[in-house]
């Protein structure tokens, strides 16, 4: 998880921000370039000359694009794909019905309440993998988007390990626009110095050794472990202890069908061992905290040692302020994988989809081929602390942490984040969820636990 700084990477982000992109490369038509989108640009683009005035006086259609990127660090990089699209599709204009929360507590929630309603976004963002196709496409709430493939080539400048995550029955329902990964674990150098602890070359190899570090920490009066509320972060620490405890392979053994891990069996009590373990070194008001940013915060001011947050927290740490905090890498903060993960790069995906019944699919369409370009994602994972989901991004745009990333992302063993929608569908992940709630009132009831677990599998249909 390391490689070289690029002040050149810097000034493009500047650059982006202002959207003169041409100056960074990143308007390079491609395959899937919002300058050739083939059958995705409504006609009326391309011969303006033969518009009715009314038409070309009309004001610009509204787009709505809903997501959960609004607070700090996470809205940068929507805005730099908003600008570019507005840009690129003057006859359109993007309404950001983004709602807040990190992971989608909040915005999943009011999504499902308006699918109900028969009142959807046009383009919502969904995590590739069961998220999207055990959840909208199992629910008949989104489109198929073989043509938009066929006529950009955009699967083919995708992962061979993402496609099937978009697809179902050979259809590619989504549109990825970038990959992050989720078991980073960020610290700040200077608290661990006080603390005389010294991270292995690698990371650390297994939680034990990571829990004699926080003694060390916890003596300093520090917190060693900072956490944020329920909403999602809890999930997250728990899949990375899991994951840590249990290996990646066990770990995809949960989720095939039936589990080949068994979830009544000694891996994941042993997870949830640790897992007990490790909210003992956590902050006593990580409950009142309001979304991961303040836990990650907690690392940056220097009240904590570590944060095991998704690389998003990059773009937090590393952006401009006022929406990022603006440090230095290796002096305001640095990175190691989660406990027990070194080799592992737990990953998840953000996509966007074409509803059904959706106000304005040609708006939409402009969108999804905004979100598939190179110079979309250019623009937007620079700033996101995620890595493009298409290959043939210019790495020269990213930050040390993300070059590492995309190094990682090429040779480690990839697998999917439960809470992030790769592994298991929305009902499934919301029964996990019901259960580590209950579990968080009372750490040590691990069987009720384990036996909770076991039942959300079986309600899933998964286990027998
Ligand atoms: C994830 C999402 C990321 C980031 C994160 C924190 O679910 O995929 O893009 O937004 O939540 O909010």
Known sequence: MSSKKSGFTAFCLLVASMLVVSACGVTTPSIASPQAPATVVPATMAAPVLLPTATMTALPTPVEIFSWWVGPGEADGLAAMVALFNHEYPQYTIVNAAVAGGGGTNAQAVLATRLAAGDPPDSWQAHAGQETIGTYVAGNEVKPLDDFFASTGFGKVLPATLLPLISKDGHPYSVPVDIHRSNVMWYNPKVLAIAKVTIPVGGFTN?????????????????????????????????????????????????????????????VRTSIANFQKALSYTNSDALTLSDWQPASKMVADGDAAFNIMGDWAEGYFANAAPNGLALKPHVGFDWTPAPGTQGIFVFLSDSFVLPIGNKNPDGTMAWLALAASKAGQEAFNPLKGSICARTDCNPAFFSEYSQGAMQDWATDIVVGSLTHGVVANNNWKAAIDTALKLYLTDPTRADQFQGALAAACKSAGSCQ
């Open 207 to 267: 939680w034990n050794d990571f829990f004699k570090a926080c003694d060390k920490i916890k003596a300093t009066g520090k917190v060693c472990l900072s956490l944020g509320p329920e909403g999602f972060t809890a999930m997250h620490l728990f899949e990375n202890v899991m994951i840590g405890t249990m290996g990646a392979a066990k770990w995809d053994g949960l989720w095939t069908r039936p589990p080949t891990t068994n979830w009544n069996g000694p891996d």
